[in-house]
C-alpha cells in the first residue's frame, strides 16, 4: 500500500487502535497518527530525532505547532495521545506532498467520514448504493408530475438489453 501512495501521490488514511505503543510504531514507519478530540486535532510526526505536533481547531483560521525532542518524558507524552482522544488515525502517504496539504486533506476526510462531534454516533456509518435518479425522483415526486424526456422515454426506468421498462 505504501508504494501505490507514494507512486500516485495519494494519501491514505484509516481509523487506529487507541492503543500508545500501536501509534509509536506508525511514527516510526514514518505515518502520522491523527488524533480527534470533539473539533480538535492534533498531527504527529516523528522525523530528525524529532516528534512534530500541529494542532489546529476546525474552522480556526490558524493552529500551532511545537517540536519536542525524542526522549523518555515525550515518548511517555506521546503514548499517552491515543489513549485520551475520542479518535486516533494513521495516515500514510507520499513523503514529497506538502505537510499542510496532507493535514488539511487528512482533517477534511476525517470530517466527512466522521462529521459529529458524539463519538457514539460517528461509529456507524452506513453505506448505501448510489442512486443516480434520487434527486429526478424527488422532484418529480414534488411537482406530482410525470417526467418525460424529450424522446419520449421515462428516466425512472430502465434499460433491459433490448427497450426502456418502467
Same mark, same amino acid.
Given at each position: 500500500?505504501?508504494?501505490? %501512495?507514494? %507512486? ?127 434527486? %429526478? ?30
Amino acid at each position: 500500500m505504501a508504494d501505490e %501512495k507514494e %507512486k500516485d501521490g495519494g494519501i491514505a488514511i484509516e481509523p487506529l487502535p487507541k492503543e500508545g505503543e500501536r501509534a509509536l510504531r506508525e511514527l516510526s514507519d514514518g505515518k502520522m497518527v491523527i488524533s480527534r478530540s470533539e473539533n480538535d486535532f492534533l498531527y504527529i510526526l516523528d522525523f530528525n530525532g524529532q516528534f512534530h505536533m500541529w494542532s489546529h481547531t476546525v474552522g480556526a483560521p490558524g493552529g500551532g505547532q511545537k517540536q519536542f525532542p525524542k526522549n523518555e518524558k515525550y515518548i511517555a507524552t506521546v503514548k499517552k495521545i491515543p489513549e485520551i482522544a475520542d479518535k486516533v488515525f494513521v495516515a500514510e502517504f507520499d513523503k514529497s506532498l506538502n505537510i499542510y496539504g496532507v493535514m488539511s486533506t487528512a482533517e477534511s476526510a476525517i470530517l466527512e467520514m466522521y462529521p459529529a462531534g458524539d463519538p457514539d454516533a460517528d461509529s456507524d456509518v452506513e453505506f448505501r448504493p448510489w442512486d443516480r435518479n434520487a434527486d %429526478k425522483r424527488r422532484e418529480a415526486e414534488d411537482e406530482e408530475a410525470p417526467v418525460i424526456t424529450s424522446d419520449g422515454v421515462d428516466p425512472f426506468g430502465y434499460f433491459d438489453g433490448n427497450k426502456y421498462v418502467e
